[in-house]
């Protein structure tokens, strides 16, 4: 069993427990006004924005007690908070006086009772909720936490549902009215010394770290920060510097294992349009070597008739020429011209253009 502050427990009030459904005018019975077992939130028949009056009407709320109250749009108008010395009690219908010590109270609701005189010794500005300007309500009634070592004290234990990974269980609330540093033992009825780091202990509010661990002694306050050793610095910076390393190497290897894959295809294209090149070289040379084997193609054709070796026109033009000879210049040799290659024989065509003892 253990005794936690009641502030451990507001996020299953407001997650769980839900307003009633009558809107405003509506009518409703005060009777079931009521705090709901396990979360102890005030819970009415009327909505959020009402509560359910003495004429057993649903009545807009006159008050709140929130700065950001439950069940209200961005843009809805907001009740008005309650001045210094007044509280806005759980119904929320009108701001009241704080209550003098001995007066009623509600569960919690510290803030509804008077605080003492020396108030400023007395309030716990620790943020752990054990009291309002040194007042404390307990068991429903108004008193202040002055209560020393050794001096009988009054405590409350309440239970409260709360929900974890395993499940629904009960964590037990224990309130006291001892001072600052003390806490009302629950068996003794007694105010007792807080227990320091590595006492013993079976319940939070025995230790002054307000942490009692499972091993059943008093660890560090759990609103400390952590501080890890220089070591522990060093080996994240390392991790984190060789991640980074480790991801630039594998997009490094990663881009250049695509790049020789791209070079091999480009070189692999390369090699054969190279081949196909070479074989039409081939092709061309066989065609000229079997252009240039037909009969009529040789020495003694009509050229070698009409032109001597350097190029001027030929005395012999006694030369019948035959019907069926082959003309000056064919198709295939202006082809073989056009091509732009230097492997062609000159021998083979007639320039154009070129002047021969004057003539064209």
Not at 23 to 50: H, M, P, V
Not at 96 to 116: A, F, K, M, T, Y
């Amino acid at each position: 069993m253990r005794f936690l502050p009641f502030t451990l427990f507001l996020f299953s009030s407001y997650s769980l427990v839900k307003a009633g459904t009558l809107n405003k005018g509506d009518s409703c019975n005060i009777g079931d006004n009521r705090l709901q077992a396990g979360t102890y939130q005030f819970w009415s028949e009327c909505n959020s924005q009402t509560y359910c009056g003495s004429s057993g009407k649903c009545e807009t709320r006159g008050c709140r007690k929130d700065d950001f109250p439950f069940g209200y749009a961005p843009d809805d108008k907001l009740p008005e908070k309650c001045p210094k010395g007044q509280f806005c009690p759980d119904e929320e219908d009108q701001c009241q006086q704080i209550q003098p010590v001995g007066s009623d109270c509600q569960l919690n609701r510290d803030d509804q009772c008077e605080g003492p005189p020396n108030f400023k010794e007395l309030a716990d500005t620790s943020g752990r909720g054990l009291n309002v300007n040194g007042s404390v309500c307990l068991n429903s009634k108004c008193m202040w936490a002055n209560a020393t070592l050794g001096v009988a004290c009054i405590v409350e234990n309440t239970p409260y549902t709360a929900y974890g990974v395993d499940g629904e269980f009960i964590d037990i609330v224990s309130r006291g009215n001892c001072q600052l540093g003390l806490y009302c033992d629950a068996a003794q009825k007694v105010c007792m010394a807080e227990k320091l780091f590595g006492e013993a202990c079976t319940a939070d509010k025995e230790c002054s770290s307000w942490n009692c661990l499972g091993s059943g002694v008093c660890g560090v306050s759990e609103s400390i920060p952590h501080h890890f050793a220089i070591w522990v610095y060093i080996v994240v910076g390392l991790g984190i510097f060789g991640g980074m390393f480790g991801t630039l190497f594998g997009l490094y290897w990663t881009h250049r294992k695509q790049r020789d894959e791209e070079r091999e295809k480009r070189m692999q294209y390369w090699r054969e349009q190279n081949a196909f090149h070479q074989n039409l070289l081939a092709m061309r040379e066989t065609a000229r070597a079997s252009i240039l084997s037909l009969p009529g193609n040789g020495n003694s054709s009509a050229r070698s008739t009409l032109y001597s070796r350097d190029g001027a026109f030929s005395d012999d033009v006694s030369a019948p020429i035959l019907p069926n000879a082959a003309p000056k210049v064919s198709g295939l040799r202006h082809y073989l011209a056009d091509d732009g290659s230097s492997e062609f024989d000159d021998g083979l065509m007639m320039q154009s253009g070129k002047k021969v003892d004057g003539r064209f």
